[in-house]
């Protein structure tokens, strides 16, 4: 668990981003960390880094895998974790080897300057 929290603890940035829930358009942002480094959407933090917790998390994790897979042909892995009885979904995906489009478009994701 001590994994989760030193990742919610940390800045959002080109490989990490944060969701209170799912929204099916937060495929794009997958097929961003794909043609980029990779990364990871953490679902059930709002914009306060607070930890709210997913209610319907167990479908959500059967379904994002399989939309991701039906959308782009890559599956993320799909994880669990809970801090203080709330329930979090961390998705991670790998770089993928070949550019990946979604809806016809190819997205990446930048470095924030400092």
Do not use: C
Request: hydrophobic fraction near 35%.
């Amino acid at each position: 668990m001590s994994k989760v929290n030193e990742i919610i603890k940390k800045e959002e940035s080109e490989d990490l981003e944060f969701k209170e829930n799912w929204r099916d358009e937060y495929i794009k942002i997958l097929s961003a960390f794909a043609n980029s480094k990779g990364g990871r959407l953490v679902l059930g933090i709002n914009d306060k880094r607070n930890v709210i917790g997913v209610n319907n998390w167990k479908k959500l994790s059967e379904d994002i895998p399989s939309k991701t897979r039906e959308k782009f042909g890559l599956t993320p892995s799909v994880k669990h974790a809970e801090i203080s009885g709330k329930k979090l979904i961390i998705i991670e995906i790998k770089p993928s080897q070949v550019p990946i489009s979604y809806n016809g478009k190819y997205y990446r994701r930048a470095e924030a300057l400092q």
